[in-house]
Nanobody, 116 residues
Framework: QVQLVESGGGLVQPGGSLRLSCVAS????????MGWYRQAPGKQRELVAR???????YSIVSVKGRFTISRDNFRNTVYLQMNSLKPEDTAVYYC??????????WGKGTLVTVSS
């Protein structure tokens, strides 16, 4: 069983930056894809960005140029560097991992609030 533990959320002003981290523990050798989803109040959970063990990246249009996903395969850790944050980025951010693009494991989430 893989456990995912997120950290790095918090309150930030518009235009500010945050860096989320997610460490995978357990049987992590089967994991190919790691990524980040988010769920804003009253909205469905959506994919933000994902990265494979080979470094292939997909991210949604609304975060391109602002968010950067990266991964340390040795440490089984995925990061999300978020710059130029907007109020509409406010959400609970969930780490996700799977053997493919299908999510097999979820973290418990970390809250990101963008507000002045």
């Amino acid at each position: 069983q893989v456990q995912l533990v997120e950290s790095g959320g918090g309150l930030v002003q518009p235009g500010g930056s945050l860096r989320l981290s997610c460490v995978a523990s357990g049987i992590a050798v089967s994991i190919n894809t790691m990524g980040w989803y988010r769920q804003a109040p009253g909205k469905q959970r959506e994919l933000v960005a994902r990265i494979t063990s080979g470094g292939s990246i997909y991210s949604i249009v609304s975060v391109k140029g602002r968010f950067t996903i990266s991964r340390d395969n040795f440490r089984n850790t995925v990061y999300l560097q978020m710059n130029s944050l907007k109020p509409e980025d406010t959400a609970v951010y969930y780490c996700a991992a799977g053997r493919s693009v299908v999510v097999d494991y979820w973290g418990k989430g970390t809250l990101v609030t963008v507000s002045s």
